[in-house]
Nanobody, 122 residues
């Protein structure tokens, strides 16, 4: 089973950028995983998919982040990334990575880690 650890969050001003990382450990390469995703949960709200990427490189983004966020994967480093640009206060949330279904809304399929907090100030 792959273990995922998120990092890179912090406090940023509106309009700024942050890059989140999700390091995979264990004997499984992320290249072998059908799909992975970044999810977020804001206070009082349900966790939602932010961006997903399949093994073949197809991507899927929530409408609210299209054109601002980019998901990518470095197979050599066994790491998933989320580049977040033009951040808005409504992007404030705890961000998680997880393995995902490779179709539809790309629901998460693994256990949740600690996540990384992103706070965007106005």
């Amino acid at each position: 089973q792959v273990q995922l650890v998120e990092s890179g969050g912090g406090l940023v001003q509106a309009g700024g950028s942050v890059r989140l990382s999700c390091a995979a450990s264990g004997s499984i390469s992320i290249f072998s995983i059908n799909a992975m995703g970044w999810y977020r949960q804001a206070p009082g709200k349900q966790r939602e998919l932010v961006a997903g990427i399949t093994r073949g490189g197809s991507t899927n983004y929530a409408d609210s982040v299209k054109g601002r966020f980019t998901i990518s994967r470095d197979n050599a480093k066994n790491t998933l990334y989320l580049q977040m640009n033009s951040l808005k206060p409504e992007d404030t949330a705890v961000y998680y990575c997880n393995t995902a279904l490779a179709f539809g809304p790309m629901g998460a399929t693994g256990s949740w880690g600690q996540g990384t907090q992103v706070t965007v100030s106005s």
